[in-house]
């Protein structure tokens, strides 16, 4: 059994709409994959009618959120959420708050960038996004499109990155407030990338221990964005208090060069996943 429970389709910031991304997982030999757009559950519907016989999709979520630590800047985390009640009113109403965070982070963006003499318009970011969940892969795309930057990476890199000129905070959720709320609709939260230093600050394990106080069930361990070190850390992090550990490619089709399936979750971990998610079954045959 091959298992990633971590990608993003072209409803957030991947690249691949729904049905392609799972025919991707199969074809990749996937046997389990997680749908986790960013702030959004507008792929599940897809997901389910576009299924391929034989891939069990787990209809997901990651979640914008916070930290804030005493006596400093909030810190970005992001929050997994698997089998939650997709009209659970709290949670939907959290994620249209962040989607619309994210619009206007979006546009300060871009307009700085457009004043700055980038080449690249709001306008034109909405239409690529085409009603979908914005974040900077697809100011990243523009910027390449326009020949600004050479990639997105690059893009990222120079421009875009947490430390950059142009970059934006937006008001993400608060992280034991998320995992509440997951947990109230029936879900299964889950740390993403918990120790990824290449991505900005991250949090200690006071955090991951008030986290766990709040709810949390599981730690992503194994990421394409890990070192070893990171890895064994978040591990004994996770014997420690009892979580679940899942591994996950963080796939976003051609916004990353991450092939799907580059990190995978062990089936044990799956199962204990599927009997704590009791707001949505599982798409399988
Ligand atoms: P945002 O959600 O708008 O803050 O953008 C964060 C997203 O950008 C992440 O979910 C990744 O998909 C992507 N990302 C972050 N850093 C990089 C990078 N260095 N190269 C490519 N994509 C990145
Ligand atoms: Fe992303
Ligand atoms: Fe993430
Ligand atoms: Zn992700």
């Not at 707001?279 to 045959?285: A, K």
Request: proline residues 6%; aromatic residues 4%; charged residues 25%.
């Amino acid at each position: 059994m091959r298992i990633d429970l971590h990608t993003h389709s072209s409803v957030s910031d991947g690249t691949e709409p729904p049905a392609e991304l799972l025919a991707t997982a199969r074809a990749a030999g996937l046997d389990v994959i997680a749908l986790t757009d960013h702030d959004t559950t507008a792929g599940w519907s897809v997901a389910e009618a576009a299924r391929p016989r034989g891939l069990t999709v787990v209809p997901g979520m990651e979640l914008s959120c916070r930290w804030l630590p005493d006596d400093q800047p909030p810190i970005s985390v992001h929050l997994l959420a698997y089998l939650f009640d997709p009209v659970h009113p709290g949670l939907a109403a959290e994620r249209a708050r962040l989607r619309d965070e994210r619009l206007h982070r979006g546009e300060r963006i871009v307009r700085a960038l457009t004043r700055a003499g980038y080449g690249i318009t709001w306008e034109r970011i909405l239409e690529r996004s085409a009603g979908g969940v914005v974040g900077r892969p697809h100011i990243a795309r523009a910027l390449v499109e326009a020949g600004a930057a050479d990639s997105v990476d690059h893009a990222f890199a120079t421009l875009l990155h947490h430390r950059g000129p142009y970059y934006v905070t937006k008001a993400d959720t608060d992280v034991c407030e998320g995992i509440a709320l997951v947990r109230a609709a029936g879900g299964v939260p889950v740390f993403a990338h918990g120790l990824a230093t290449k991505r900005g600050r991250v949090v200690g394990d006071d955090a991951v221990a008030a986290m766990v106080e709040a709810g949390l069930l599981g730690l992503e361990v194994d990421h394409p964005d890990h070192s070893a070190d990171e890895r064994r850390h978040l591990r004994g992090l996770a014997a420690d208090h009892g979580l679940i550990v899942t591994g996950s490619s963080d796939y976003h089709g051609a916004n990353k060069t991450t092939p799907i399936g580059a990190c995978t979750t062990e089936p044990d971990q799956l199962e204990a996943i599927l009997a704590a998610g009791t707001g949505s079954p599982p798409l399988r045959d």
